[in-house]
């Protein structure tokens, strides 16, 4: 099973999201198996794939994401 983390922010917070997500991950010594980030005009959308349920709901907590799980597969 794989758990997948949504967040999205303005565009223009694009450089310091995923900044402070990579502190954070590395803080707490979590590897995601996927780390991508998407863009439009107005948002940046973050989406992280967990092997470990609890590591997907804290990233989430920590940034307002949501979890949803993708049953080991890539969603695009």
């Known amino acids: 099973?794989?758990?997948v983390v949504e967040i999205k922010r303005d565009r223009e917070q694009l450089?310091?999201?995923?900044?402070?997500?990579?502190?954070w991950l590395d803080g707490q010594r979590f590897e995601p198996s996927v780390f991508r980030c998407t863009t439009d005009d107005k948002t940046a959308a973050f989406r992280l794939e967990f092997k470990?349920?609890?590591?997907a709901a804290a990233c989430a907590e920590a940034f307002g994401g949501e979890v949803s799980s993708a049953g080991g597969t890539f969603l695009a």
């Open 52 to 55: 470990i349920e609890s590591e």
């Open 1 to 3: 099973m794989v758990y």
């Open 15 to 23: 450089a310091k999201v995923m900044s402070g997500i990579r502190e």
